[in-house]
């Protein structure tokens, strides 16, 4: 009997059908990884500049998810807080709000929050994220967690505090943001400014 | 100013401090809303965050990645390396800045001492 050559030609055409699916993908690693590359060999060269400020002095705190660095393990945090030796940290690439005890670095808790950007701690100890394109404020507080939501919110991005003062900064979804604020509570808002 | 608010802190004074993206710059206002300092970056500079120190303001560029000092009228005094992962954020914890990144999973410090050296 004859093998089929005819499904051993298929299989290869499929094979190389596939194989050419993946050229783009490691394409795009490797563009990826040229960047980053690319991006080294900028600071080596500024490290030349006359400047020592250049040469690298941070220091690793702590790591995330893992308990070592691990190169672009993307976590996307655009925020973070101090309050009474607790480390607050917006996970948004994991929809969580992560709190370390400082200075061992321990987690104390976590809350899930929704796309988790900017953060806000006021005098009392409670908690206020804006959750960016879910539009609200999320506030963690000694009863319990509570979500505000207000046709002024427009991607909130960044919250800050100061006693009753608390205002907000919208990104916007077009080609403006603004600001605005509350001094009750996040029950009413006024325009800051008319940006 | 016409643009992307990305970053709002409150400095120790309760003036309003914002930094803004697409047309670049940062600017304090008081509570009033009225501009107290500005300062119009170029395109080439991104401000991501903006945090307070001893009256002076550290704001991270999301394009070189490097941490830009600022006196309290936002003339810049000096720039740092930022770790190399996009810096986005800063907080100050004891003698430390704390510098959380974008494209990486590690909360990075860097001692205020080395920007203490450049305030003397």
Known sequence: ?195 | MDSKPQEIRINKKGEILVVYRNLPGIVIYNQNGQIIAQNKLSDKFDPISIVEYKSNYLVSDGLDGQIYLYDSSLNKLDQYYGGGYSPTNFTIWNNLLLISEERANRILSFNLEIIDSTLN
């Open chain 1, 1 to 195: 009997m004859l093998p089929n050559y005819k499904n051993h030609i298929m299989h290869g055409k499929y094979l190389i059908i596939y194989a050419c699916m993946l050229i783009p993908f490691a394409c795009e690693k490797k563009i990826k990884e040229d960047l980053i590359n690319i991006n080294k060999i900028t600071v080596l060269e500024n490290i030349n500049d006359n400047n020592s400020n250049m040469i690298n002095k941070t220091k690793p705190f702590l790591y995330l998810n893992s308990s070592q660095f691990e190169e672009n393990m993307d976590n996307s945090i655009y925020d973070i807080a101090v309050y009474k030796d607790r480390l607050f940290i917006p996970d948004f690439r994991n929809n969580k709000l992560i709190i370390f005890e400082l200075p061992d670095g321990n987690i104390s808790s976590t809350f899930d929050v929704p796309m988790p950007h900017g953060i806000a701690i006021d005098k009392d100890g409670v908690i206020y994220i804006c959750t960016y394109r879910k539009n609200s404020i999320f506030v963690i507080e000694d009863s319990g967690t509570r979500t505000i939501e207000s046709h002024q919110f427009n991607w909130p991005l960044s919250i800050a505090i100061k006693d009753t003062y608390i205002i907000i900064a919208n990104y916007g979804n077009d080609k403006s943001g603004n600001l605005i604020y509350s001094d009750d509570g996040l029950n009413t808002f006024h325009q800051f400014t008319n940006d």
